[in-house]
């Protein structure tokens, strides 16, 4: 391995990112969840000469890290540190409408996942943080140790579809106080009953703890539809998304925004005014290649889904 894929995340689904968004020479881009840089050193790339780049994220060590590996493009890069739920508004503030092009990449990089200390893997014994944003007020800690039984069931049912919400729930609050990642992740293996071998049953736990602290479902619809206000008529939307709750309102959003009336079956004339702003350029999700998933088995659960303003 050279030595940037030894430093830094490796973006997932390149070469279907750059086809989805069309990337030419010149051109106003944005990655409004540019991570480690990945995909925004690609894009870089292949939009040479002439091509700007806004790169966003809430995570203020990610954006150190791709300020330093894009430092050879620094004349065509604005970085900041912002929710992509803001991101007409950044785009305009920052002279980048209208866009030929959005990524939004929804999965979390390696630094995240690898001694961070912010409790986002299961195998950490940092404190139960799993904020993005270190500014933002909510914890996974106060939402474990503070949060009803019946208000945790319906987090780990809602957002991690859990089967075994509810005595998992019940075992965190009799647990009390839970302080760190690592134990958290016993609770939740003894109270589920896991054998090895399988997935970690803390793996959806921590799924759903982290949406809830980040409220990313919410963002995400919001994030959405501001990728559409930024992007000029032709201009592209890519999204990838890693779990199931993710990739259902990604795949309904962009089919509702494909529709020219919203209105129940049978309204007639149209009530709503919706007019469609997106039309599909793939009818189907994209996958990973089988030769990738080999290379990067963490791109294993990656979906992308593409659209074109109109």
Request: with cysteine; charged share 30%; glycine share 8%.
């Amino acid at each position: 391995m050279g030595r940037e894929g030894a430093y830094f995340h490796r973006p997932v689904m390149v070469k279907e990112v750059l086809e989805g968004l069309g990337v030419r020479p010149g051109g106003i881009w944005i990655d409004s969840t540019v991570g480690e840089g990945g995909h925004s050193v690609a894009i870089l790339e292949s939009t040479s000469p002439g091509g700007r780049l806004l790169g966003m994220d809430l995570d203020p060590m990610a954006l150190e890290r791709t300020r330093r590996r894009l430092s050879s493009w620094e004349d065509l890069v604005t970085l900041v540190q912002q929710n992509f739920r803001n991101l007409e508004e950044v785009a305009r503030e920052r002279g980048f409408l209208p866009a030929d092009g959005v990524v939004i990449d929804l999965g979390m990089s390696s630094l995240q996942l690898e001694g961070e200390g912010r409790g986002f893997s299961f195998r950490e014994q940092a404190e139960l943080d799993m904020r993005f944003d270190p500014r933002a007020p909510l914890t996974a800690h106060t939402v474990v140790n503070t949060w009803s039984e019946r208000d945790l069931t319906q987090v780990l049912a809602r957002y991690g579809e859990e089967p075994h919400a509810r005595q998992i729930a019940r075992a965190i609050v009799r647990a009390r106080p839970v302080m760190t990642a690592a134990e958290l992740a016993d609770i939740v293996a003894r109270s589920a009953g896991w054998r090895r071998g399988r997935l970690h049953p803390a793996t959806r736990s921590f799924q759903a703890l982290r949406i809830a602290v980040n409220q990313e479902l919410e963002n995400l619809e919001l994030g959405l539809n501001q990728a559409i206000n930024v992007l000029r008529r032709s201009g592209r939307l890519v999204v990838l998304s890693y779990h199931s709750l993710e990739d259902r309102t990604v795949k309904e959003f962009l089919r509702q925004e494909a529709k020219d009336c919203l209105c129940p079956r049978g309204t007639h004339p149209c009530q709503c005014g919706h007019r469609a702003r997106l039309k599909p350029v793939y009818k189907k999700v994209v996958r990973p290649s089988r030769d990738e998933i080999r290379s990067n088995p963490r791109s294993r659960s990656a979906r992308l889904r593409v659209a074109e303003r109109i």
